[in-house]
């Protein structure tokens, strides 16, 4: 059993009742700033409250600590618990600047333990399925593909808490907060990107980082993508916890055999043929990131198809560094020139 330990009593409530599911990890401790709330959300969930992260990764009963707190607190959080001996899953995205994601990949490599970064999407039926008929090979050879993460997000979304979510350097910005979802989306589907050009702009009146991007994306397998992300898209989807509509997450891919639509947790098109698989794929995924850890570590040898870990915790940062970087010169630009 997988012991948890969660820092964050804001968005990362929305986490602490998925921990248990699928019966391979528990949580045992949360901890926050305010120990009102802190003790009020342990109490809801059966654990202990905890004042301070320093506390929770220092404890015997933690295996695991997962850090749901602004990007900008990410690095620090996590780079603590690693050398404490603990894994870590961080939020998306893993963190706001390439060398803060080097240093946290360092300290858990040093350390033996795994660093992870949970995209919910992956555990998603739809896309799900795209993503094994993609693997095991169905769609042919991958030759072009679109991905788009918009909606509507008004000033007081900005304006919330410490207003990190305004600001490019505590990881706010249409690009690392929303766009990492699409981002994660193209890495998990088509593979490593080679390079890419970009061009983003704010055309809200306050927030300081880009509320809207589009990017053209070139893999190392050859294929491209269109990549749209925005906070100014007014969706007509039913209003969520931030308000201004719901967000609408599409991604299409083909290849050389096939095609395939998921909009949001549905599949909209579908022309994949049917036949023996070249490559073996569960037929579903874990139902969690806590149960995917739980899953890998106990067997070291059993594929990752859904678990973005390691190395691949830093696949979507290069990625926002370099669109940012080719919104701002106007150039291609190619991952390795963010790597080191």
């Known amino acids: 059993m997988l012991r948890v330990g969660i820092v964050g009593t804001a968005f990362g409530e929305s986490r602490m009742g998925m921990v248990g599911e699928g019966g391979r990890a528990k949580l045992v401790a949360i901890a926050g700033r305010n120990e009102e ?35 900008d607190l990410h690095a620090g959080i996590a780079i603590a618990a690693a050398r404490a001996g603990k894994h870590v899953i961080v939020t998306k995205p ?12 360092a300290a858990a490599r040093a350390a033996g333990v795994r660093l992870v970064v949970e995209f919910n999407t992956r555990y998603e039926p739809a896309s799900y399925r795209i993503y094994r008929a993609i693997a095991e090979g169905r769609l042919g050879s991958l030759i ?26 505590k990881g706010g910005g249409c690009l690392q907060n929303q766009g990492t979802h ?8 088509r593979g490593p990107v080679e390079g890419l050009v970009a061009t983003a702009g704010t055309f809200t009146p306050d927030p300081p980082a880009e509320d809207a991007a589009s990017a053209l994306v070139r893999f190392r397998n050859g294929s491209i993508a269109t990549l749209s992300v925005t906070t100014t898209f007014p969706s007509g989807l ?15 891919v083909h290849g050389s055999e096939g095609s395939a639509i998921v909009e949001g947790n549905a599949v909209v098109g579908w022309v994949v043929p049917e036949g023996e698989p070249k490559v073996a794929v569960p037929e579903t995924p874990p139902a969690t990131v806590f149960e995917d850890l ?47």
Not at 151 to 168: F, I, S, V
Request: contains cysteine.
């Open 238 to 252: 039913a209003a969520g916890r931030y308000g201004g509509g719901g967000t609408l997450k599409r991604a299409q």
């Open 182 to 189: 699409a981002i994660a989306r193209l890495v998990w589907c």
């Open 37 to 71: 709330k802190t003790k009020a959300l342990a109490a809801r969930f059966g654990c202990d409250p905890v004042i301070g992260y320093e506390a929770l990764v220092a404890r015997d009963d933690v295996d695991v600590v997962g850090v749901y707190t602004s990007t």
């Open 94 to 105: 893993t963190t706001v600047a390439v060398a803060e994601g080097e240093a946290m990949l």
């Open 294 to 340: 739980a899953l890998a570590l106990a067997d070291p040898s059993r594929p990752e198809h859904t678990l973005v870990a390691d190395e691949h915790a830093l696949e979507t940062v290069y990625v926002a560094a370099a669109l940012r970087r080719s919104a701002a010169t106007g150039r291609y630009v190619a991952i390795d020139e963010l790597k080191g």
């Open 144 to 169: 072009q593909g679109d991905y788009k993460n918009m909606c509507l997000r008004g000033q007081a979304y900005y304006d919330e808490g410490n207003r990190w979510r305004a600001l490019p350097e």
